[in-house]
């Protein structure tokens, strides 16, 4: 039984992290529904309960992606590599949802699904970004190499995050300003009535990060074992030959 094998049978936190995203995703959800509708955008501004946590996590996520390739510079650990890859799948993923959440917002809102505005752009942007993050990754097969120049376009990419949340302030668009305040007063910037469901709601999307970061690293860490032995028998074979 390898290492691996034990920790994932020992592990007792990353099914209660789970079973509590479960539970915050419950709640959120139950107190978004019977939320009152908006006087302007009716039942819609509901949609806004998944559209602006889902952006958070992709924020979160693409933070992590740098933060643990500075980790992983600093300290050459692998594991700060896998979860950086990790982080960076995520990250591409929740974009992708809070495009198409945000889509199905838009239509009726603005009478379109999408306009190349600075919000939105710069969000497509982060798509090229860490999409080449990792095309880059499956085209270097060196382990120690591949993470090194991941880990630096991922701390370079994690610009994207401050300049797509202040593109509503920095350049003129017809997207509504930031929803989740981070700079000055702290705090969302919706009725209290929403205010209560976008709060649970962002706090679930955060606790599942972490979930998924844990279930992702181990799948990761699972594969690289797998890249080691193959690299391993290669070896064994070139110089029996």
């Known amino acids: 039984m390898t290492l691996s094998t034990t920790q994932a049978k020992s592990d007792r936190l990353t ?31 509901r949609i806004l309960f998944i559209h602006v946590p889902a952006a958070w996590l992709s924020y979160l996520a693409y933070g992590g992606t740098g933060l643990f390739g500075l980790l992983y510079l600093v300290t050459r650990q692998r594991r700060f590599d896998r979860l950086s890859m990790s982080s960076a799948e ?12 945000g ?34 990754r499956s085209l270097i097969e060196e382990p120690e ?34 929803t989740l305040k981070l700079l000055g007063s702290v705090g969302f910037a919706a009725s209290p009535a929403y205010g209560i469901a976008l709060a649970v709601m962002t706090v679930a999307f955060t606790v599942l990060y972490v979930y998924l970061l844990r279930v992702r690293g181990k799948i990761a860490l699972l594969q690289e074992e797998r890249e080691e032995r193959e690299f391993e028998t290669l ?3 070139t110089a029996r030959g």
Request: charge should be positive.
């Open 15 to 45: 099914p209660a992290l789970g079973v509590l995203t479960l539970v915050l995703m419950l709640v959120g959800l139950y107190v978004g529904l019977t939320s009152p509708p908006d006087v302007n955008q009716g039942t819609l501004v």
């Open 103 to 136: 889509m199905l917002w838009a239509k009726p809102t603005w009478g379109a699904y999408w306009v190349w505005e600075p919000r939105l752009t710069t969000t497509a942007l982060s798509l090229v970004i860490y999409g080449g993050y990792l095309l880059v």
């Open 90 to 101: 995520m990250g591409l993923m929740f974009t992708v949802a809070t495009i198409i959440v």
């Open 145 to 178: 190499r591949r993470a090194r120049v991941s880990a630096v376009i991922g701390i370079v990419g994690t610009l994207y995050v401050p300049v797509n949340y202040m593109a509503v302030e920095w350049w003129r668009g017809i997207h509504q300003t930031q």
């Open 235 to 237: 070896g064994a074979v």
